[in-house]
T-cell receptor, first 113, second 111 residues
Framework: GAGVSQTPSNKVTEKGKYVELRCDPI?????LYWYRQSLGQGPEFLIY????????DSGLPNDRFFAVRPEGSVSTLKIQRTERGDSAVYLC???????????FGSGTRLTVV | SQQGEEDPQALSIQEGENATMNCSYK?????LQWYRQNSGRGLVHLIL?????REKHSGRLRVTLDTSKKSSSLLITASRAADTASYFC???????????FGTGTQLKVEL
């Protein structure tokens, strides 16, 4: 596609529920990244895919967070047993490869009530 | 964790003036990038400067990099109201392409 697409744009869920956030990167971009941003802060790294595999998942805060990219294109970030502290904007980005700038999606605003 | 710290945290200027934002970081880097963010959603890539470069220009943007001081600056010349946004520096280090973002500078350009 023309840009990075993230769905949904907004998600409100109850504490304890499971959520899935989707990211559709730019066609042909091999690298895909997930970040989380809280109000007034810079984006915080979660996980980075090179192709289908997670090249670096050191930013995932705990085992409630998981992400997949089964065909090397679309990625899904999955959060189990959501907590109020998970509320944030979840940003996805893609890039053609190493040493290149990122193209970000518009983000998913997750609110856990 | 945040690698970079931008300075100042907030900056308010008049249209037509120049805006300078600074970024300091802690470790050796492959490259440093600047991004703009409007209204808390997607970030837009502005410019990338590699560790062996000292200065780079793109339109009204000028970026400098001093690896000995582990610092970078972003200069926006002849600012416009549309430049109002948050600006973030981000560094790439090690063998991967992961970026670590700073805390951002909120720029307000007033008419």
């Amino acid at each position: 596609g023309a840009g990075v697409s993230q769905t949904p744009s907004n998600k409100v869920t109850e504490k304890g529920k499971y959520v899935e956030l989707r990211c559709d990167p730019i066609s042909g971009h091999t690298a895909l990244y997930w970040y989380r941003q809280s109000l007034g802060q810079g984006p915080e790294f979660l996980i980075y895919f090179q192709g289908t595999g997670a090249a670096d998942d050191s930013g995932l805060p705990n085992d409630r967070f998981f992400a997949v990219r089964p065909e090397g294109s679309v990625s899904t970030l999955k959060i189990q047993r959501t907590e109020r502290g998970d509320s944030a904007v979840y940003l996805c980005a893609s890039s053609p490869g190493q040493g290149e700038g990122y193209t970000f999606g518009s983000g998913t605003r997750l609110t856990v009530v | 964790s945040q690698q970079g710290e931008e300075d100042p945290q907030a900056l308010s200027i008049q249209e037509g003036e120049n805006a300078t934002m600074n970024c300091s970081y802690k470790t050796s880097i492959n490259n440093l990038q600047w991004y703009r963010q409007n209204s808390g959603r997607g970030l837009v890539h502005l410019i990338l400067i590699r560790s062996n470069e000292r200065e780079k220009h793109s339109g009204r943007l000028r970026v400098t990099l001093d690896t000995s001081k582990k610092s970078s600056s972003l200069l926006i010349t002849a600012s416009r109201a549309a430049d109002t946004a948050s600006y973030f520096c981000a560094t790439s280090e090690g063998g991967g392409n992961k970026l670590t973002f700073g805390t951002g500078t909120q720029l307000k350009v007033e008419l």
